[in-house]
């Protein structure tokens, strides 16, 4: 079965920085894009971006240009979630989340999550 | 960017009651909407997508409508374990905007 599982939560200071892994099982790992949603306490979900199966090309919400990368590692399943310069208003669960039909360049519904990792920023 | 604004934010109905949901795109996206169900404390998890279809294993009291800008979201007959927040979001490019969810409460 599909299971995506994320590392577990993370306490940071604010202007450090976060990794937040992501491993994938049960599909082929390079067939599917895989998106970065966090979603703050009491607030809607909001999409952060996504990487391509090969891990060359990811795209980011402009929010988030020049603070996040997203990375994977084919040889082990897993995609990264690097988020810098992290203030306040950056505690939240975070998400990784899958799309819905292989090769799907991103633009698909997401059918499988992660269970979320709650990073918080905190003096 | 396209925003996604839903509609009601919340909710009060009785079991077996009819609920409408809708969702308003700032610019027309066809019919490239999802709708997300997400209980407290819980992962969301996919109720729809091409704005009509059913995820596989979601009830059939759960449809959707629409195209273009307006979207709904409708549960036939209210159950219990329905409670939960909704959430639709558009995928037709990015970024993948969420509305701002409704909550369902009985």
């Known amino acids: 079965q599909v299971q995506l599982v994320q590392s577990g939560a993370e306490v940071k200071g604010p202007g450090a920085s976060v990794k937040v892994s992501c491993k994938a099982s049960?599909?082929?790992?390079?067939?599917?894009?895989i998106h970065w949603v966090r979603q703050a306490p009491g607030h809607g979900p909001e999409w952060m971006g996504v990487i391509n199966p090969s891990g060359t090309t990811a795209t980011y919400a402009q929010k988030f240009q020049g603070r996040v990368t997203m990375t994977r590692d084919a040889s082990t399943s897993t995609v990264y979630m690097e988020l810098s310069g992290l203030r306040s208003e950056d505690t939240a669960v975070y998400y990784c989340a899958r799309d819905r039909i292989a090769y799907c360049a991103g633009d698909c519904p997401l059918d499988y999550w992660g269970q979320g990792t709650l990073v918080t920023v905190s003096s | 960017d396209i925003q996604m604004t839903q509609s009601p934010s919340s909710l009060s109905a009785s079991v077996g009651d009819r609920v409408t949901i809708t969702c308003r795109a700032s610019?027309?996206?066809?019919?490239?909407v999802a709708w997300y169900q997400q209980k407290p404390g819980k992962v969301p998890k996919l109720l729809m997508y091409?704005?009509?279809t059913l995820q596989s294993g979601v009830p059939s009291r759960f449809s959707g409508s629409g195209s273009g800008t307006d979207f709904t979201l409708t549960i036939s007959s209210l159950q219990p374990e329905d409670v939960a927040t909704y959430f639709c979001q558009k995928y037709n490019s990015a970024p993948l905007t969420f509305g701002g969810g409704t909550k369902v409460e009985i």
């Open positions: 610019q027309g996206i066809s019919n490239y």
């Open positions: 049960g599909y082929t790992f390079t067939k599917y894009y």
């Open positions: 091409a704005a009509s």
